[in-house]
């Protein structure tokens, strides 16, 4: 990663070879980002305790008025949001304005207990708009290319956020939704879609349809880009999707709460995800202690919004595990990058004292020789021991007779790389289900409750 000056970068900024949705506010000097931070900082803070009974409350207990936030080091003086917050003002009790002024609403379909559930005036989703095109032109679309956008429509916010974001960058977008694989894959080729939006699983999905249908997307068809995200996925994911849809692969990120997708979004150097600083604070806490962490530390991402109107958003603790740097990117922006979500604290096992993300498992299983990259984590309680089982599936045309030895293979693997020792289910071609969005990874049948 970077070892590109701010001078080089500069450079390159003003060279031309970088297009940018909006150049002036991308590669705005730092300083002058973080007086703009501060300015939205305390207006967003004053909507929050104005309108928000709950963050008026919160902020009365820690002693904390609006007018305290002088600086932007004092966020740190702001009490954290989480999403129960949300549950548990089901369903418009956090919005900072009434119902009736909203021009949308989202939600989160919530597997357990009530949906959360997000509002946007028509200026937040202007403004969502706006950087869902600009984290579009970081990954390389341009007006005019056609977006076949594949995640799902509905109260999901990938399918409507990529959907406006194109047509604000002036792209011609094919609204798909998930699912229908065959129809999708034929759309592509006879659209000539250069940009593909998906969930990174489902866009394996894709290519590995695609291939049973003797499609070969890297010659047919004219895909260029793909804006990959909404689950956690590895460089090595990132390298098999690379080599069987022939684009290149962009990872990006955002969550309801907060925006949708387009909170951050990596630029044509795939070297971390730009934070788009113009609208959100970031910031990088210890989850166990909540206090920040200096930059380049791993720790749970925070993210305070600038803009939002509806849905003002204070400390937001968003349980994904990630890093900040500042250090200059290539293409000439400043606002700091995250590096790739690793997964989520909820996410994380802990495997006889090892901490492990299934994403990690997947950057060993990915490209190992004789299996698929389609797997399941199953986690059980052993006595008192946490186990994991390793349900993956066999490459096709592997003979069975194979399997005991790629198995032997990808337990010496995972416990070589990561340190952990996993028994190995190996599946036919097929038997590991398939996602049409999120991808299930895990399935966890330890028991519930302390
Ligand atoms: O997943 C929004 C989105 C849609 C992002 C399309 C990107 C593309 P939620 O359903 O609210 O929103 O889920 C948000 O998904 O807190 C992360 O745990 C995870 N996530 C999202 N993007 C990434 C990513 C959308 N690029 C939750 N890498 C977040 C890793 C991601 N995890």
């Not at 289910?425 to 895990?442: F, I, L, T």
């Amino acid at each position: 990663m970077g070892a590109t000056t701010r001078t080089e970068a500069g450079q390159l900024a003003r060279s031309g070879q970088v297009r940018y949705h909006d150049r002036e506010v991308e590669t705005m000097p730092r300083d002058r980002l973080r007086v703009l931070q501060l300015e939205r900082l305390r207006a967003t803070v004053d909507n929050a305790y104005r309108n928000v009974p709950l963050h008026r409350a919160r902020m009365d207990a820690a002693g904390v008025k609006p007018s305290d936030i002088r600086t932007l080091e004092h966020v740190a003086r702001l009490p954290f949001t989480v999403k129960t917050d949300l549950r548990d003002h089901y369903p418009f009790g956090m919005f900072a304005r009434p119902v009736d002024a909203l021009a949308r609403l989202h939600a989160s379909s919530g597997t357990t207990g009530k949906p959360t559930v997000v509002g946007y005036t028509a200026g937040d989703l202007d403004r969502w708009a706006t950087l869902m095109a600009r984290s579009m032109t970081s990954a390389g679309a341009r007006p005019g290319d056609i977006v076949h956008n594949a995640y799902g429509y509905g109260l999901f916010t990938g399918g409507l956020g990529a959907h406006y974001g194109a047509e604000k960058l002036g792209a011609v977008v094919v609204p798909m939704s998930g699912g229908s694989t065959e129809r999708q894959i034929a759309l592509i080729v006879d659209f000539g879609a250069r940009v593909l939006c998906a969930t990174p699983s489902y866009a394996l999905a894709i290519a590995e349809v695609a291939e049973t249908m003797g499609v070969d997307l890297r010659k047919s068809g004219k895909l260029a880009v793909g804006l990959f995200g909404a689950e956690p996925w590895s460089e090595a994911m990132r390298r098999e999707i690379e080599a069987r849809l022939g684009l290149k692969a962009v990872d990006i990120y955002g969550l309801s709460e907060i925006m949708g997708p387009g909170v951050a979004c990596e630029c044509e150097h795939q070297a971390g995800l730009h934070g788009w600083e113009d609208h959100f604070l970031f910031e990088v806490i210890d989850p166990e202690t909540g206090k920040p962490r200096p930059d380049g530390e791993a720790g749970e991402l925070v993210i305070t919004t600038l803009t939002k109107e509806a849905l003002p958003m204070l400390r937001y603790r968003t349980r994904d595990i990630t890093r900040l740097t500042d250090e200059p990117c290539a293409c000439g922006r400043t606002h700091r990058r995250i590096l790739r979500v690793t997964g989520r604290n909820d996410d994380m096992l802990i495997i006889r004292g090892v901490n492990v993300y299934p994403s990690q498992i997947e950057a060993v299983l990915v490209g190992l020789p004789g299996i698929s990259p389609h797997y399941q984590l199953v986690v059980e309680r052993r006595g008192s021991l946490d186990h994991v089982t390793i349900e993956v599936e066999a490459a096709p045309g592997s003979p069975a007779s194979d399997w005991p030895e790629t198995a032997a293979r990808v337990v010496h693997h995972v416990k070589s790389l990561i340190g952990i020792t996993t028994d190995i289910v190996m599946k036919s071609v097929g038997e590991v289900p398939r996602s049409q969005g999120k991808a299930v990874r895990v399935r966890d049948l330890r028991p519930k409750g302390p």
